[in-house]
């Protein structure tokens, strides 16, 4: 059974960093993604960042290109998400998420999400 482990949430002032960490357990299938998404308050979930494992290259919502950085260790289990100059529109509760498919990571379609880490950013 895939489990996805986050960790890095946290309350900041804003203009602070946070660093997001998450790894992927109990998975047969080789990593083709990993992504994080948000869910700010009443809103929807959102896309922040994606990453291919295989060198394909990143993406990134518009809001954070510039402030957040999306990277994977060596081993490919594991994703961070380096966040910098935080703003308090940045408050939500960040999902890590996995896929194992190529064509599912061209469509931003994934197969397992983490519970969630809560990151407020508030003076």
Same mark, same amino acid.
């Given at each position: 059974?895939?489990?996805?482990?986050?960790?890095?949430?946290?309350?900041?002032?804003?203009?602070?960093?946070?660093?997001?960490?998450?790894?992927? $357990?109990? %998975? &047969?299938?080789? !990593?083709?993604?990993?992504?994080?998404?948000?869910?700010?308050?009443?809103?929807?979930?959102?896309?922040?960042?994606? !990453? %291919? $494992?295989?060198?394909? /290259?990143?993406?990134?919502?518009? $809001?954070? &290109?510039?402030? #957040?950085? !999306?990277?994977? +260790?060596?081993? &490919?289990?594991?994703?961070?998400?380096?966040?910098?100059?935080?703003?308090?529109?940045?408050?939500?509760?960040?999902?890590?998420?996995?896929? #194992?498919?190529?064509?599912?990571?061209?469509?931003?379609?994934?197969? +397992?999400? /983490?519970?969630?880490?809560?990151?407020?950013? $508030?003076?």
């Amino acid at each position: 059974q895939v489990h996805l482990a986050e960790s890095g949430g946290g309350s900041v002032l804003p203009g602070g960093s946070l660093r997001l960490s998450c790894t992927a $357990s109990g %998975y &047969k299938e080789d !990593i083709h993604c990993m992504a994080w998404s948000r869910q700010r308050p009443g809103q929807e979930r959102e896309e922040v960042a994606l !990453i %291919y $494992s295989r060198g394909v /290259g990143v993406y990134y919502t518009d $809001s954070v &290109k510039g402030r #957040f950085t !999306i990277s994977q +260790n060596t081993a &490919k289990d594991a994703v961070y998400l380096q966040m910098n100059r935080l703003k308090p529109e940045d408050t939500a509760v960040y999902y890590c998420a996995v896929q #194992f498919d190529f064509y599912s990571c061209l469509k931003h379609e994934y197969a +397992n999400w /983490g519970q969630g880490t809560q990151v407020t950013v $508030s003076s």
